[in-house]
């Protein structure tokens, strides 16, 4: 083999036993290896020669030497490179090794070479000629000699002669390869003649195959440099110009006529629609563009150009009819003449798209048409059926007429005219059947074959009403069949818009493919099939027209061994040698072991046949994946992407698409290794994480229980202290009621004052738990503020003076810097110091000493609590600061206390960064030292911090109790009129609250959220007082649901709550509460709080009438049109406006738009004198108890009384503008003058006659 590159170098393959080698003229040889799949240099020969190499050819003996044809000679190359020249200055161009002897062909000849036992011995064979190639036949022993010029010449080796030259040979063209195909016949490539083929024994050569189509066998290239003949009698052959050509004897199956651009002996079109053969041997051809005649002789004639031809059909007189598509029906005539015969211009038929001819054996003609009905021409005349959509026509045995139709068939008696319907869809229902048939087939009277338009093949019994169905499930290419026809060996030929395939009428299910045959695979067209005279078929498609041979087709028998040949991790790269290597002999020995990473593969396999390369169709399945057969795709790779690790076995199967045979099977077994994460080690590493994970998790429950239970032990202790504030309250409240009163006698209020001292001692205990869940509120939001530290010490100390002194005790700050700030949380810094005093206070005994001192570096801020005390035992250390924790010595003293203290000191430490250590020795003392950072840079998020959500523009402080500055309830004497709504749980404090405030409010209590809100759909009052934690509905819960809607929106509401700290102050507020009170509280305060707001809730009163009154002045009109100008009164400005400095009596926008309304509705209708409550609630769109509530609430009025005033102040302005005092009643809305005076001087206090 032969081939060149770009460059001019010439690459040619010798094969020597199982090796394969391959060299070029310059002097380089390769040997294939097949591991990595490429050529690698075997010997570079200019190594081994200082001059000039031009390498011709090479030989490998029996012996493993080396011999090479070279333009300067013949050499032998020996084991060890050693160079022995065997023929020198000559030119050798080719060289043969026949075992015993080598034969030299050279420029002037052929020269034979062989051993004796003096050496090498040379003698002359052939003189005079150029020899270009040599082949030795070992069955006769002739050596074919191939020339520049002088053809082939023969050389009879035993006679040592030459015999002849080889007869029929071009003599002048090089004949550049010899080689055998068969035992009787040598084929010759002959540059620039193409391959001719010669009897092995000499005899006369002739033309095979060459690029001019002679021989009906086309090559791409004349200049033929190599042939090669494989075991299964396939050609191989190399051209200078064509590249590789392939060629197998098969017979000529079948012939195309396809149309030639620009050729008028050619079909006049690709796009065949209709075929039919003469009488007289005339081929005719129906296309979209008209109609082509091939006769006899193999000339073309064409006609009815432009014109759709659908149809052909001979009469029995030999004329030949067209049907077309829109034009009616044409006689036609082999030079390509045409005259119209049927259209609906002549009136002859009702349309002129016509599908289908026929001529029955009694002359009669038949025409189908799509749209229009089925027509009978006789000699007598015609008629007509009511037959439509008519797709093809043919005859029974017995005469009867066919006609397939777009719904089943119909059986015609053309003498009768009666014609029965076959195949409906109304015979099937509810089955897949498709009755839309393209062609017909009778083989018996009784049997037809149906050609179906998506529905295969249906096998028809009429008698039985038998259906029998062939699809693509038992092998046809498509289930769209245009074409039914029988061949001379009675099979039934289908065609199909994927090719062709016959059926033996006795075994139906076996359906024969023949698309194997190159050129076959096309898409043919709807009844455009016929038998030629010959016996060939001719069939139309969408490509030309082919006509096949069908005794050269059958069923194929032939063996394709199945290979896999390469085996490609996807990912990795081609230049990985020691990759491919494995995957080579892995592919080798069947059995594929990859890493996980590489379990993305491609593997390629092939069957060794070329010939029938286009029948060969193949499947896989893989076992220990989904075990389904898959069909493959063209490119014969199969992609296997994402293997799980385990054992998997590959089949892969080739199967013949002629006959569906099985040609071979192959079994590749593939081993994916699981991936780190799923080795044996790994697993062994799971269950000690696994194990390990179960423990934590284990441990944590223990906590999370062990946390439940102290969580549960909390908010007992919470729950409880909150219950107690509320009776709590109801304690101290009158306690402090009673105090007030200066008629008691000493004894008493020694008494009172003991209950009292006694009752705050519970409070501040209570307090000090409920400091535990202030802790965890805290601990996210810090509000630091510098502090002087000495003014914080000094205030400490202050604190805790007096119970210094009165356990006998000594208490000093000893030292501390003057000028030093420290950044601190005020409550928090308050926390610290309070509970290391008080516990250093607590625990040392009279005498004692208790010292605080204060030091400053430039990093830290150190604060020390010394006392001589009991000290802390070594085995409380390690739970000084837990839960509830108090160790044995202090438990010891009967001192009381919570365990919590320290425990909040330690965190508030940590929530400012700063450190909290202590040193202490039993019985003699303990010191504590807080340490805290200088600065505020550590703090820089909590500086200026407001509480989340806290309104902006409001700093609430904390309503605590003065116990030292009693604010006693003022009394009144005047009948209440505001209405106080108190929502509360506790009936004992409803009662307090009823007696206590009902002097001074119309007080009603309730006993939940939800009372209060039923309450208010019927009910009104001025200010709701609501505690927070109530069962069900929580009081802020009822706050935002009030202040949310538009309707109660206006109520004042204040929350009373156990609740205590700044943060729940801050929540209480943010959900619209106008103030909000710690329990216990101090009803003095309350009633304080209340009239506060009630007070200014009357200033806003003022100003919202006085914005009603100035809308009355704007609108009023001029009844006297003398007066030019009048004097405008803006009654806002005699009022007084609300305080903006007071929040709580800034009007809203809400309120404004209210009364704006309101006032407006009331000077819409002033002279409708029925205009009351009820229609101006209606307008408003409000209930009658709301809308009085609200309103009363915004002007401190009942409706009614606003509507007169806004009356009355209407028919003021009228009379200052000189409107009689009847017309100003009039206008104002009052149908009674005499009580519209009287209602207007109590009013005004003066009679309207003398208002100016």
Known sequence: MRASDASGRMFKLRKSGQKLFAFDNTGKIFAYNPLIDEYVVFLNLQSLFQDEIILNDISIDCSGRLWVAMSSGVYRIDADNKVVSVLS????????????????????????LSNSVRGIRSHHLLSGVSVQT??????????????????????????????????????????????????????????????????????????????????????????????CADRWGDIWIGSYTGGVDVAYPMGTMMSLLEHVYMNPQSPANNDISAVMQDSKGNIWLGSDMGMSILDPKGKWHHGLTGKVVLAFCERPDGSILAGTYGTGVYEVFPDGRSRPLYNTDNQQILTNYVYSLFSDKEGNLWIGCLDGPLMMFTASGKHQFDISLVQAITSTSDGHIAVSTANGFYLINPHTRQYTHHFPASKFPGQDINVSIQSLLFVSNNQIWLGSDGGGIYIYDIRQRHVQNISTLQGLPSNYVYALGTDGMGRVWAATDKGLVYIEPGQPTKVINVNFVTGLEREYRRQAMATLSSGSLIFGSSTGAVILNPTLIGELSYKAPLKFKRIHVVGSSDSDSTLRHNLYHMLAERNVRLIYSQNSIDIGFESINYPYQNDIVYKYCLEGGNGEWVSTGSDQTIHLTRLSSGHYRLLVRSISRNGGKVLDTQALDLHIAPPWWNSWWAWIAYIAVAGSLVYLLWRRYRSMLDRRYFNEKVSYFINTAHDIRTPLTLVLAPLDDMAADNTLSSTTRAYLDTARRNGEKLRRKISGLLDFQQA???????????????????????KFKFAAHQKGLSLALTECPTDTNVWLDPFMADSILENLISNAIKYTSSGGHVAIRATATPEDIHIEVSDTGIGIPPTARKMLFGYFYRADNARNTLQQGSGIGLMLVRRFVQLHQGTLSYTSKEGQGTTFVISFKQGNKHLNRWLGKEQDNAPSNQHPTMSMPDKDNKSPMPISSEKPEDTLLFVDDNQELCDYISTAFSPYYLVVTVRSAEDALQYLENGTCDIIVSDVMMPGMQGDELCRKLKTDPQTSWLPIILLTAKAGRNFMIEGLNTGADDYIEKPFDSGILHSKIATILTNRKRLQAYYMAQSRDMVNRQSYTFLEQKSEVESVDVAQQTASPDPSDNTAQPDDAGKIFIKQATQLVLDNLQNANFDINALCRDMAMSRTLFYGKLKAYTGIAPQEFIRTIRLENAAVMLRQGATVAEAATRAGFANVKYFSTIFRKQFGIAPSQYK
Request: charged fraction near 15%; include cysteine; hydrophobic fraction near 40%.
């Open 776 to 798: 965890d509120h805290l601990g996210t939001n810090l509000h630091v503020e510098k502090l002087n530290l000495r003014s914080l010490l000094q205030g400490q100390i202050e």
């Open 134 to 227: 040599l082949f030795f036949d070992t069955v006769t022993s002739l050596l074919w000699v191939g020339t520049f010029n002088h053809g082939v010449q023969l050389v009879d080796t035993q006679k040592g002669c030459s015999v002849s030259s080889l007869p029929s040979v071009v003599s002048h063209n090089p004949v550049r390869c010899i080689t055998p195909l068969n035992a009787n016949t040598i084929l010759l490539g002959i540059d620039g003649a193409g391959v001719w083929v010669a009897d092995r024994s000499g005899g006369a050569a002739q033309l095979l195959m060459s690029a001019d189509d002679k021989t009906g066998n086309v090559l791409h290239g004349n200049g033929i440099y190599d042939i």
């Open 89 to 112: 200055g000559i030119v050798a161009n080719t060289i043969r090794d026949t075992g015993d002897t080598h034969y030299i062909g050279t420029n002037s000849g052929v020269i034979a």
